[in-house]
């Protein structure tokens, strides 16, 4: 029997795609990194709260990597289980690279959690993209992003 692997789709609102957008460019020329929390609704993921972190590299490597330590990780899965959440997954950003995942993001990813990127060129961040390392590790799958309008706002 074959094992069915899900890579559920991302929803964000606009409110969220923008934050992403601006935490991104913000750090530019370093990486920004982030911590996703939400629900998973029907196979979907419905963020629910974006958590900035602090990139933990020295600055030279902050360029081209993220870090998200131990620590921050923990404070991020308190404040999930405190309001009711998951932990889904993270979000980077490629200054002036493409907005797919590199060896190293591959080596540092787990299974079942999102990854989004965001591609960043000159400063502006022209892109966002969905992936989902596969259970043996052997690579991703993209995955879907969808963007709610805010209701009543
Ligand atoms: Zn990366």
Redesign the pocket.
Known sequence: MTQIETHSTVVLTSDQRAAIDRHAEATYPD?CCGIMLGRQVDGQRVIERLIEIANEWDSEERRR??LITDRQYMQAEKQARQAGLDLLGFY?S?PDAPAR??E??REHAWPFYSYL?AGVADGKTVDLTGWQLRNDRSGYEEIEIQHLQEENQ
């Open positions: 990486e990597r993220f980077h490629h995942p590199s190293f993001d990127i």
